[in-house]
């Protein structure tokens, strides 16, 4: 529980509660655009009090050391780590009052933005992300879409596509 929210959020997840690579990381596909729908994949609003929690992963090579700037969408609470080292965290909390952001607590690459540090060579991007929603609340769904401004010098090493493993609550 927020104390000065007044609401439940999940716990800041450490990366290194991330699922070691034996555990069941599946891969999924981007819908139109690069929005990860998780939705479609796990479904919407939990029952109970569980927090339902997804880590999802990537891996970005870089021709050489660069920062490139990313617009990042997302509903709930989002943490993004690259190369182990927490990078962005946030919460959108639709509904609560200073918690929600632009426009109005719902998905959009316009809730927020952060510089992204790569390291010459393959680069692990991994993002977990909630959808703490109390079971029997209204629920539109939940996702996470990442832009960044240019992708010179960079490429996605598997093409347009991330892993997700949803076996662990946080």
């Known amino acids: 529980m927020d104390a000065t929210l007044q609401e439940k959020t999940g716990m800041d997840p450490p990366y290194s ?88 607590g719902r998905l959009s690459l316009a809730n927020g933005s952060f510089d992204l540090s790569l390291q010459k060579g393959a680069n692990q991007v991994v993002v977990a992300i909630d959808d703490n929603f109390a079971g029997g609340q209204q629920h539109w769904g939940w996702g996470l879409e990442m832009r960044l401004a240019n992708t010179d010098g960079i490429r996605q090493v598997g093409g347009a596509a991330a892993n997700a493993d949803a076996s662990s609550e946080f």
Do not use: C
């Open 17 to 104: 509660s991330m699922p070691k690579q034996s555990a069941s990381w599946k891969p999924i596909a981007l819908d139109l655009g690069g929005l990860v729908n998780l939705t479609r994949w796990y479904g919407d609003a939990q029952t109970g009090q569980a927090i339902a929690g997804i880590w999802l992963k990537t891996i970005i090579s870089a021709d050489h050391g660069q920062i490139k700037h990313v617009d990042i969408g997302w509903t709930r609470e989002v943490w993004v780590f690259v190369n182990g080292k927490l990078a962005f965290q946030s919460r959108n909390l639709y509904g609560i009052k200073g918690a929600s952001k632009e426009p109005d």
